[in-house]
């Protein structure tokens, strides 16, 4: 198949797109003589070629003009995940997803014109946290707060797109990159020699290159031959102890030290201000679908991924 870039063009409007993975795309899609249209509720953290309209991600605005006669709608709108699990962050986290879907949808059937193609982001942590089993686009969904969501996500996308759009669903994985994310710190915990095993360090660790994701979400943009459901994941999960490993060796640190589960959960709470179960647990996953369409990773193996991120 032809490079991405040589087949992306026009206007490009990415939703909750001032996040690292909407930053990264809009670069991407920018160097590739994309126009790109960022919206969110908050500034860009960088300049760049592209324009920034606000919304607040339940009502229809000004924004809205941007969607006329554009190449294609990017929605990666959600509150972050990386947080103590209150039950007003669980509304939170569950709201800002399904209330952009619905209110993209009530904007696209203002106009006259919409875009051809809707990417829309979603999670593979619908699937829950089988213990070893490999999940892919057919799997069953798991239970708890995690698939609850990415299920009304995913049926509010359903009902809200236009029927004549191009529909793309990517349930994503852990996206490993350098200035966003959970992993900046990761590597900061072992660079401090705290990068062992968690648990028992069996759980599954899906993951995928910043590169590589803002490539496969330019080829849903472009390729018309992409439809439905995508999981968004390089084809080589690792365990979380292999994952720890990779890292340490990736920035030189000899030693890790092993976390009790008691231990990640003081710590991540009390210390880190976020949820322990987004390390104690975790999913193998590879995509059936984007091995079978012959999309080719640039970063396959978790060892190449992390000497480019660790790259001083």
């Known amino acids: 198949m032809a490079s991405n870039k040589s087949i ?54 000004d924004w809205a003009v941007h969607l006329e006669e554009a190449f294609a709608l990017v929605n990666l709108a959600g509150r972050t995940v990386d947080c103590i699990k209150t039950p007003d ?9 399904v209330e952009s879907v619905q209110v993209l949808g009530e904007a696209l059937r203002g106009i006259r014109n919409p875009p051809p193609v809707w990417v829309q982001m979603a999670t593979a942590h619908i699937y829950g946290d089988p213990p070893e089993a490999m999940c892919d686009e057919d799997s069953s969904f ?29 349930r ?8 966003g994310g959970a992993f900046p710190k990761m590597k900061m915990l072992a660079r401090l020699g705290l990068g062992g095993r968690v648990g028992h360090g069996k759980q599954g660790v899906s993951w995928i290159h910043e590169q590589d994701m803002s490539r496969l979400m330019a080829r849903a943009i472009a390729d018309e031959t992409m439809r439905g459901v995508y999981v968004a ?6 365990s979380y102890r292999d994952f720890m490993r990779s890292l340490r060796r990736a920035i030189g640190m000899p030693i890790g030290m092993p976390a009790a589960e008691w231990m ?20 193998y996953c590879v995509s059936r679908r984007l091995k079978k369409e012959g999309f080719e990773f640039k970063f396959p193996e978790i060892e190449q991924a992390m000497n480019e991120l660790c790259v001083k």
């Not at 070629?49 to 229809?60: F, I, M, N, Q, Y």
């Not at 990640?264 to 999913?283: I, K, N, Q, S």
């Open 233 to 238: 994941t390089a084809p080589n999960p690792v």
């Open 172 to 179: 994503t994985s852990f996206v490993l990159g350098k200035s």
């Open 264 to 283: 990640v959960r003081f710590g991540a709470h009390y210390l880190m201000r976020t949820d322990p179960e987004l390390v104690l647990y975790g999913r």
């Open 89 to 97: 962050r669980c509304d939170e986290i569950l709201r800002s997803r």
């Open 8 to 61: 992306l063009s026009g206007k490009v409007v990415i939703t909750g797109g001032t996040g690292f993975l909407g930053q990264n795309l809009a670069q991407y899609l920018a160097e590739a003589g994309c126009e790109v249209v960022l919206v969110s509720r908050n500034d860009p953290k960088t300049d760049g070629s592209w324009t920034h309209a606000k919304w607040d991600g339940r009502t229809v605005g």
């Open 142 to 170: 798991g239970f708890g707060l995690a698939p609850i969501v990415g299920k009304a996500w995913e049926q509010a996308f359903r009902e809200c797109v236009p029927d004549e759009m191009r529909q793309v669903i990517l």
